[in-house]
């Protein structure tokens, strides 16, 4: 069994996946989307790696503002868990994400990855730092 990390977003989704031991999370790809509340596609590619990768919980990465309020995005993301729930059947656990996206870009530069090239990944690494979190605490609590 893994553990599945997701960084929803309003036209993408970065999905990661746990190490069967979970200690390490992996980037696996970006579910693209033409529109913001098209999810239907999305939500099937979702159980389609559940089950190739045999997850048995999924985190969900929560954008709460810095002073720890619920935007409107936080607002979308918390009705995408509810979805996700109920279609897959598996425990969501929601992630602060605050300045995830931040460390992913930050992670991106070290590696050398030009500025215009940066987008067609950060969204993957976001949700490798989501999921990487999650599994730190879960240590940590074991």
Same mark, same amino acid.
């Given at each position: &069994? ?16 746990? $190490? ?14 033409? /529109? ?11 159980? /389609? ?8 919980? +999924? ?8 002073? $720890? ?8 993301? =918390? /009705?995408?868990?509810?979805?996700? /729930? ?9 992630? $602060?994400?605050?300045?995830?996206? &931040?460390?992913?870009?930050?992670? &991106? ?10 987008? $067609?990944?950060?969204?993957? +690494?976001?949700?490798?730092?989501? =999921?990487?979190?999650? =599994? ?7």
């Amino acid at each position: &069994m893994r553990i599945m990390g997701l960084d929803f977003g309003s036209k993408t989704v970065g999905v990661a996946i746990s $190490d069967p031991l979970f200690v390490t999370a992996q980037g696996i790809e970006i579910i693209r989307r033409k /529109e913001e509340n098209k999810l239907r596609q999305t939500l099937s590619r979702i159980e /389609e790696l559940i089950g190739e990768y045999e997850v048995s919980e +999924i985190v969900l990465g929560l954008p709460k503002n810095m002073n $720890d309020t619920l935007g409107e995005r936080a607002k979308l993301t =918390l /009705e995408f868990r509810e979805k996700l /729930e109920r279609r897959t059947g598996l425990p969501v656990h929601m992630w $602060d994400e605050r300045l995830t996206t &931040m460390a992913a870009d930050k992670a &991106m530069m070290e590696a050398g990855i030009r500025r215009e090239n940066r987008k $067609d990944y950060v969204d993957k +690494i976001a949700a490798v730092f989501i =999921l990487q979190g999650y =599994l730190g605490l879960r240590t940590t609590k074991n």
